[in-house]
């Protein structure tokens, strides 16, 4: 099981971006997945959340409104829209995958809950 994220880049306040997580080793319907973010010197906190099978979604307050969580199956991948970024929204983007059987509802934002991780993607919001 594996998870590659892409898609960070430097973008100006108020710019929108795509990030996009490929997964390899499991069905992306069968697991809920999150994308997490870890600015520096700031711990890993969780961002959105996308249910398994239907695929009812959560977000931090903190990017309600200006962030939404999506999947592909055929391309095995889930992407995280983000719009009016923010410099606050500086961070290394990380995708994970929940157990099997874990929903959002139940888990998110837990760090610690998370099954697997991706290796990061670092977006930086400035002039």
């Known amino acids: 099981v594996t998870l590659v994220e892409s898609g960070g880049d430097l973008v100006n306040p108020g710019g929108s971006l795509r990030l996009s997580c490929v997964a390899s080793?499991?069905?992306?319907?069968?697991?809920?997945i999150a994308w997490f973010r870890q600015a520096p010197g700031k711990e890993r906190e969780g961002v959105s959340c996308?249910?398994?099978?239907?695929?009812?979604?959560r977000h931090a307050d903190s990017v309600k409104g200006r962030f939404t969580i999506s999947r592909d199956s055929a391309k095995k991948s889930v992407y995280l829209q983000m719009s009016k970024l923010k410099p606050e929204d500086t961070a290394v983007y990380y995708c994970?995958?929940?157990?099997?059987?874990?929903?959002?509802?139940?888990?998110?934002?837990?760090?610690?809950?998370?099954?697997?991780w991706g290796q990061g993607t670092l977006v930086t919001v400035s002039w």
């Open positions: 994970g995958i929940y157990p099997s059987g874990r929903r959002c509802d139940d888990e998110f934002p837990l760090r610690e809950a998370v099954e697997v």
């Open positions: 080793g499991f069905s992306l319907d069968s697991r809920s």
């Open positions: 996308l249910n398994s099978g239907y695929g009812s979604t």
